[in-house]
């Protein structure tokens, strides 16, 4: 039985996840609802292997915006001493288009919930680390960062493969000194922008976004080698 006064672990599409809603969320439905709405596209977003799972736990808190629908406010409680698996944990939570949120949410608040990793995972997830294919290596001092946020494969499905965006075109070194939350904030906001003014989206006006943001953070997204 789910308690509504405190935290409590919740298992929804494999993550461990613990939920604190605002205090005018009080049946087990608005809760679910919440969760579920963004729960499934984070673990579709994060791009890690079983390997660094397992060798570098962490834990990582966040909250929902139930105004604007948008995750922020994103920090490890227990640090991954991996900064390529920081990176795509970043990566996946900050790169989620608008989370739609019941109306009657959508005044004020926001869901806070943690995520845990590894030894902090109290489920399996190892079908999505399956998935994981590293395609390059980074340079020492840098990890690799999707060029084009694998949020574009749930945004708009069919218009690119996983396959396609893994490939070293599309792959980027971010340098460790900008491995946080607040850099991958400013990377990501513009393709939140996209998101938001593009219900749908063709190859070619996400490849343009592609190689305008690369212009504009030359100092941040380096040739991956």
């Known amino acids: 039985?789910?308690?509504?006064?405190?935290?409590?672990?919740?298992?929804?599409?494999?993550?461990?996840?613990?939920?604190?809603?605002?205090?005018?969320?009080?049946?087990?439905?608005?809760?679910?609802?919440v969760i579920l709405s963004f729960s499934k596209n984070i673990v579709n977003a994060i791009d890690i292997s079983s390997e660094q799972n397992q060798k570098y736990p962490c834990r990582v808190s966040a909250n929902l915006n139930l105004k604007t629908g948008r995750i922020g406010d994103v920090v490890f409680v227990n640090e991954s001493s991996d900064p390529q698996m920081r990176l795509a944990i970043l990566d996946a939570l900050l790169s989620l288009a608008k989370i739609s949120v019941p109306s009657k949410?959508?005044?004020?608040?926001?869901?806070?919930?943690?995520?845990?990793?590894?030894?902090?995972?109290?489920?399996?997830?190892r079908y999505q680390f399956d998935r994981y294919k590293s395609t390059i290596k980074p340079r020492a001092g840098s990890s690799i960062l999707h060029s084009i946020p694998l949020e574009v494969l749930i945004k708009?499905?069919?218009?690119?493969?996983?396959?396609?965006?893994?490939?070293?075109?599309?792959q980027r070194r971010l340098p460790h000194q900008y491995v946080s939350a607040k850099t991958v904030e400013e990377l990501r906001a513009p393709w939140l922008q996209f998101f938001d003014e593009h219900p749908k989206a063709?190859?070619?006006?996400?490849?343009?976004?592609?190689?305008?943001?690369?212009?504009?953070?030359?100092?941040?997204?380096?040739?991956?080698?």
């Open 202 to 225: 063709t190859k070619d006006q996400i490849l343009k976004l592609e190689k305008e943001l690369d212009g504009k953070f030359t100092d941040k997204l380096l040739p991956p080698s």
């Open 105 to 125: 949410f959508s005044e004020d608040g926001f869901v806070t919930f943690e995520m845990g990793f590894g030894s902090y995972n109290t489920s399996n997830i």
């Open 156 to 170: 708009y499905p069919g218009v690119f493969t996983y396959e396609e965006l893994i490939v070293p075109v599309h």
């Open 1 to 33: 039985m789910l308690n509504f006064k405190i935290k409590r672990s919740i298992v929804i599409t494999a993550l461990a996840v613990l939920i604190c809603l605002p205090a005018y969320a009080t049946s087990y439905d608005d809760k679910y609802t």
